[in-house]
């Protein structure tokens, strides 16, 4: 599949600079990157095997020489820097001391990531975009296979382990997290679908068939809406982008045959009377766990009275702790809580000025501007789902983020104006 959907044998000037008999230092970043991308979706628990090979990329890529770090980058690092800091100085008034010091050290390792993943992509932008891009959907169709084998008990020992509530989970804690974490593979399937050669589409929508099921059935409304938004929005800035009469006429059927087959996919999974019913049950907006004083809204309200009083924040976990059942669902909320006025208002600097810049840079008639359409659209549903729940420890967000830092990052190729190209 990767071999198909993408050609990732290019990584730069720096794989040869290694002498015989020595494996190149692109070749490690390469297997490095590939491992932790593949492996992000599997996090049953944490440390998650992603967060030791991501461990390895933070430390070994700059140490590779494989990494090329622009000003995007470095200023969103100087921001994150900023509301760690803010959270650990709040984490003295936490109810839970450790568990607070230990979730920001965790968004702290989160961030630097991103950082570095960053660096990578600014250094060879193309091929390095399809790398990460094309081991993420690997990674996302073994946890969506995980979900449906569990769904469906195909094997009944693992049902529980893959399922949470009637509703699939895969290799992921939660089902919210899954149906999140496989939009934006669905976005870059998409593109393929719609602007790579022929031959790549049958491949790209056979890869998405799963990956539509493991949404569907993680029965998230967040998850379902923010898939929606993600490839609505590059769908649409794919057809405003596109200059050529016959790529606009093949988007345009494609899109539409895409659209029969979803909905022909979804038709059929809710002939079965467990999905039905349950879908039936998730797509209303009148849940009991939404509503009133202790539910999803009255948690917010509670938590926006919390933030004017509190303008140093009242550290992690403390609105959980003490103040309501669960954390805020708005990952919004959730920061000013943790880390006070300034570093709730750092955090959305950094979220929104990325979203900003990578709706900047589509403009730009280059090779870059596919992958940024792909990295933008799938990163903004991820900001839209931001406000519904909480959002902040997410690998796949950080992954979105650093995509888009390290292509604003990078050095433009060559202006495809006037002529075809198949990385649009």
Known sequence: MIGKLASVAPLG???????????????????????????STIVFSEPAVADVLMAAVIVGLP??????????AILNLVLWLGLVALSLAACSVSTTFNTAV???????????????LAGYIAADPVPRFRLVMVCYVVGCLIASAAALVGYFGLVPSVSELFTNFGRARGTFKDPNVLGAAVAPALVFLAWVALRQP?????????????????????????????????????????LVTTRR?????????????????????????????????LFAERASLDQSYDEGPEGRFGGQAKAVRLI?????????????????????????LSQFLNAGWIGGTLYAISVFATLAAGFYAIRQRTALQGPLI?????FAG???????????????????????????????????????????
């Open 102 to 116: 230990i979730h920001q050290v965790v968004t702290l390792f989160l961030a630097l990531g991103a950082f570095v």
């Open 374 to 378: 792909v990295a933008t659209a799938a």
């Open 382 to 424: 991820v900001v839209f789902e931001g406000f519904v729940i909480d959002t902040d420890h997410w690998r796949h967000f950080f992954i979105l983020m650093a995509l888009v830092w390290g292509l604003v990052d990078a050095d433009p190729p060559v202006s495809t104006t006037g002529r075809r190209s198949h990385d649009q």
């Open 245 to 277: 009469a016959a790529d606009f006429r093949r988007l345009i059927a494609m899109a539409t045959l895409g659209t029969i087959a979803l909905a022909a996919t979804i038709g059929a999974a809710l002939q079965m009377e467990a999905v039905e019913d």
């Open 308 to 332: 004017l009083d509190h303008p140093f924040g009242i550290g992690t976990h403390t609105f959980r702790d003490t103040h309501h059942a669960e954390e805020a669902h708005n990952v919004y």
């Open 13 to 39: 000037a720096d794989h040869d600079s290694t002498a015989p008999g020595i494996v190149p230092a692109g070749t490690l970043a390469a297997i490095a990157v590939a491992g932790a991308m593949a492996t």
């Open 63 to 72: 140490m590779l020489g494989v990494t090329r770090f622009g000003h995007a």
């Open 198 to 238: 022929l031959r790549q589409t049958a491949l790209a929508a056979l890869a998405a068939l799963p990956l539509v099921l493991a949404l569907l059935l993680s029965f998230s409304r967040g998850a379902w809406a923010s898939a929606v938004l993600s490839l609505a929005l590059a769908v649409w800035l794919l």
